[in-house]
């Protein structure tokens, strides 16, 4: 974390420095029930190390994450047995993120529960003008994915 920016919470819990409910940790990730969950068993898993969100983390940051994602809620399943469980992580202010650590939410879900619906009605939502541009977008991710991947590739045999 930059010595300018106002202390984290996420990087004090990491720390064992604040209080929390803790569910898991390991050297690499914890998890905890958030001070105002959203549902029974909300829990958050962060990566010890700062990183603002997960576009900020390295590749093996964000498998240690995905690995206690998986674990915490698998044991979340287990002991609550929820209708379904939503994992998201907020990336940016206009995506909800409020504390600028990464982290990933598991939220066990209930029919009618104080959650809400998290995308918009039927019919609601983005479209496209014509299918070529949706062809032509579709184009561009997949070029930037792969030139992404080949990149990826390069770094780990330059490290070999």
């Known amino acids: 974390m930059p010595g300018d920016e106002q202390p984290c919470v996420f990087c004090e819990i990491a720390a064992g420095t604040a209080r929390t409910r803790l569910v898991h940790e390991d ?4 998890a905890f029930f958030p001070l105002e969950p959203a549902t029974l068993g909300h829990t958050l898993v962060v990566p010890r190390r700062h ?13 240690h994450v995905m690995r206690t994602v998986l674990r915490v809620g698998r044991a979340l399943r287990s002991v609550l047995a929820p209708d379904g469980m939503n994992v998201v992580s907020s990336a940016g202010e206009a995506a909800t993120q409020t504390v600028f650590h990464t982290h990933v939410h598991l939220v066990p879900r209930r029919a009618g529960d104080a959650m809400g619906r998290l995308w918009p009605a ?4 983005f479209r496209f003008a014509d299918d070529a541009a949706a062809d032509a977008l579709a184009a561009r991710v997949a070029d930037a994915a792969r030139a992404a991947s080949e990149s990826e590739d390069d770094k780990r045999e330059v490290g070999q």
């Open 51 to 63: 990183s603002a969100d997960l576009w900020a983390m390295d590749d093996t940051t964000a498998r």
């Open 27 to 30: 050297p690499h990730t914890v």
């Open 122 to 125: 039927a019919g609601a939502g």
